[in-house]
């Protein structure tokens, strides 16, 4: 057992970094996982909270390695971006999520489904394409799809990240913020960049209660949001109290535990059909 114990801390522990020999080995075992259909995307939902609606979904990749058992994204992710294999990762992710929302949709669902980029899609020109041919071939309206990205992931390579995000906002797509406010974008920037969603991190979302500067940031986010037409996500929602506070502040949509963990396609539409009807 020593050494399967040792295993595993070097491995899945983030604090420990992966040695080379170990990254390898993952990474090869997650293109193999990838090609095989191993992977798998659970859901979780967001909810407008002046309604108590579903109006969207997260879909989040999970893998289940045939012998480590679950890896984390955060584990995974990285590495994925690290070697390129993002884009096979990511084109996976997309085709469940849009092939979930085409069948959700025909049963009367009109939700938004979001999905995550990385810094390296933002620097792909052919990506908005690809996108593009993926909603028409699931007949979905390019509206209905939001794709998040993080302020760092912009960053990396601003001038072409701006020339991707114009692209698939041509197309349609909205762009959603992610984890905004750990990064350094200012408001005035990204209403430059033109997008149309914010995702305030659950790092100031989840401390609302206990942290009087926390509430006061993301009261302020939220208001200076919505009145530059911007949606708001609040991310990390962990409690009752919380969402009484966030829906004082009107028009958020809030996501997190409380309302509804990352859960199977199944999981995910019974609350939906709870929440807004069959
Ligand atoms: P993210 O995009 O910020 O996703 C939200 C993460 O917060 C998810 O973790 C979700 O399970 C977790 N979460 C949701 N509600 C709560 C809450 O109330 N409290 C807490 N403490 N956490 C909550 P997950 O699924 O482990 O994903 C971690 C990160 O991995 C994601 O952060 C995203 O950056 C990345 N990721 C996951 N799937 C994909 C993917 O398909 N593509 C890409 N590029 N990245 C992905
Ligand atoms: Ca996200
Ligand atoms: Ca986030
Ligand atoms: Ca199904």
Redesign the pocket.
Known sequence: HAKLERDRISIFSPEFDLNTVERLRLLADLRIAIDRGDLD??F?PQVELAGSRVVAV?????WNHCTRGPV???VF?PL??DSGL?FR??T??LERALAQLAEWRAAGHDIRMA????AR?LSDLGVPQQVALALRRHGIPASSLVL?V?ETAILSDPVRADLVIRALRAHGVTIAI??YGTGNASLSYLRRLEVDEL?I??VF??NIRADGQDMIIVRSTIALALELGLRVVA????DEPTVESLRSFGGVVA?????G??GSAEAVERMIVEANGA
């Open positions: 995307v659970v979780q997260e879909a989040l990749a999970r984390g994204p955060d992710i994925a971006e993002i990762l990511t996976v992710v999905v995550n980029l990385s899609h998040e993080t992610d984890d995702k991190d659950r979302v989840s991310e990390g929602v962990e996501q997190g535990y409380h309302l963990r990352p």
